[in-house]
């Protein structure tokens, strides 16, 4: 099993910043990618970003020149920088990792956007 703790959600203004970070530990070997979803209210889940262990990243196209996603491989850390954040990139946001065949989930951090 892989565990994954969340931190950084918040309130913050239209236009503001904020910064998530989640540590995975558990049975982190084998891990293939980290990444963020995000899921609104009646909304399904979606990707934000995610990140492979060979460092290469992928972003919604809703996201893009906004956030940054980085890893830290050593510490077994995956950091979402966002910036520019609109009323709607508030969501519950869930840390993801990924396994051949598997998903693994965080609590979620909830964001709000006030405009």
């Known amino acids: 099993q892989v565990q994954l703790v969340e931190s950084g959600g918040g309130l913050v203004q239209a236009g503001g910043s904020l910064r998530l970070s989640c540590t995975a530990s558990g049975s982190i070997f084998n891990i293939i990618a980290m990444g963020w979803y995000r899921q609104a209210p009646g909304k399904q889940r979606e990707l934000v970003a995610d990140?492979?262990?060979?460092?290469?990243?992928n972003y919604a196209d809703s996201v893009k020149g906004r956030f940054t996603i980085s890893g830290d491989n050593a510490k077994n850390t995956v950091n979402l920088q966002m910036n520019s954040l609109k009323p709607e990139d508030a969501a519950v946001y869930y840390c993801?990792?990924?396994?051949?065949?598997?998903?693994?989930w965080g609590q979620g951090t909830q964001v709000t956007v006030s405009s």
């Open positions: 990140i492979t262990s060979g460092g290469r990243t």
């Open positions: 993801n990792a990924e396994k051949i065949g598997r998903h693994y």
